[in-house]
């Protein structure tokens, strides 16, 4: 279905959601393989420069693209219904449910091929690993329930009457609070950092939400803005070129050290001018083709994450060629297979539990 050409604005980004969920999911499956694809491969030159090239361009992009459109669909979620009891039953069902049905088979396939036993199964099945130990197959479920139990907080920051300054002055303390973490840096810190750079990435996604939902058109200095947070990627992969891994020696090596040891803080600038470059394609493209694709592929991006990271993780441990195309191949279908039958097993109890409260409050009044 075709989407009206409005003037572009915040509203744009919520327009093109499912485009930009799907682009988000698909981005993290190709990364992950590309990173294998290199890690196995023996090939050089030409013939790996499309994945040196996805690699150095696109990357992991896609967690912080993720993690924003998950803050701005919360925030309309929330704006239209500030129960906070309600929204953290249905958002903790609506991830817990589908972790649940997959996650205690998953974990317990890894427990098995490792050896391990029962309460190392528990330890991961419980998300701890992943914030004691830093185990990061599913660190993006751990990360994103941290989320919603702190967003009745984000929300009334972002919320209030001066919500631009204060959302500056949040964003400013979190980068404070993760510069000190970087520059004193502990075993702790370092197994979670994955976690804790994109959540200031999910805080200017809320804010993007507001934005979004009082149809906020951009200004000039919005466009100078993504346009400015896009082009420094290439000024990136430029000094990357000239950098000569000699320390000060090269002045280009002193901006280069920089900004690949905040590299996350640069592509969370990176993935706003990305999805405002997305959302020009996609309006000036307007595909009815892309829109009915996106779709069912956008209501699936958690399950289909859930599974793919997961029979990744379990084919590694049995030592399978991940790095290669056809494997690669028989897994993501493996992965869409399975994801569909959580999806449709999820929606039944999620269902089922939502009708079993409706008559609990019939009872009650």
Known sequence: MKKDRETL???SISAYRNELFAFSIISIILFHFVGDFLDST?????AIMPANMFADIISSIGVEIFALLSGLGLYFSFRKNSDV???????FIRILVPYGIFGCVAWLVLTVISKKDFWYYIYNFSLMSFWNSGNVMLWYIAFILVMYLAFPLIFAIINSE???????ITLAIMYLILFACENNSTSIYSDVEIALWRMPVFVVGTYFGKLA??????KISDYVFFIAVFAQKFLFLFLEIFSDGEGAANPFNVIYDFTHKYFRIFSGLYSLGLIFILVVIFRFF????????????????LELYITHVTIRNISRALNL???????FLIYISLSIIVTILINVVSNIIIQRINNGS???????R
């Open 9 to 11: 604005g915040f509203h």
């Open 85 to 91: 009891q309600r929204f953290y039953k249905k958002r």
């Open 162 to 168: 001066h919500s631009g300054r204060n959302t500056l």
């Open 321 to 327: 060629p991940i790095g290669k195309f056809w494997f």
């Open 213 to 218: 939902y009082e149809k906020r058109q951009f």
């Open 358 to 364: 409706k008559q609990k409050l019939r009872h009650c």
């Open 286 to 301: 307007n595909s009815g083709i892309v829109s009915k694709i996106s779709l069912p592929i956008s209501k699936i991006t």
């Open 42 to 46: 023996t090939a050089t030159g030409i």
